[in-house]
């Protein structure tokens, strides 16, 4: 179950939109006060893991690949696919 936190910026950010959407001559300045960290870890666990990379441009799956390459996981099947 979602924490507070992170409904109650869901709820302020869809209010947002329907201004947005109903006013589009309205201008939010300050929208930062919402990504708070509860916001940031669901919007990060919708990530597909397989779809985005980091500011250093590795995957998910290359630092796997890395990781196993170098005998750091021993005893646990990796398996890629794709």
Same mark, same amino acid.
């Given at each position: 179950?979602p924490d507070?936190?992170?409904?109650?910026? /869901?709820?302020?950010?869809?209010?947002?939109?329907?201004?947005?959407?109903?006013?589009?001559?309205?201008?939010?300045?300050? !929208?930062?006060?919402? !990504?708070?960290? @509860?916001?940031?870890?669901?919007?990060?666990?919708?990530?597909?893991?397989?779809?985005a990379c980091?500011?250093?441009?590795?995957? !998910?799956?290359?630092?796997?690949?890395?990781?196993?390459?170098? @005998?750091?996981?021993? @005893?646990?099947?990796v398996s /890629?696919? @794709?």
């Amino acid at each position: 179950m979602p924490d507070t936190e992170q409904v109650d910026t /869901f709820a302020k950010l869809s209010l947002i939109v329907k201004r947005a959407r109903k006013e589009p001559e309205s201008q939010f300045k300050c !929208l930062a006060h919402l !990504l708070n960290e @509860g916001y940031l870890k669901a919007c990060y666990m919708k990530l597909g893991r397989d779809r985005a990379c980091g500011i250093d441009d590795v995957t !998910l799956k290359s630092r796997m690949w890395e990781i196993y390459k170098s @005998g750091s996981v021993r @005893g646990i099947e990796v398996s /890629f696919h @794709g």
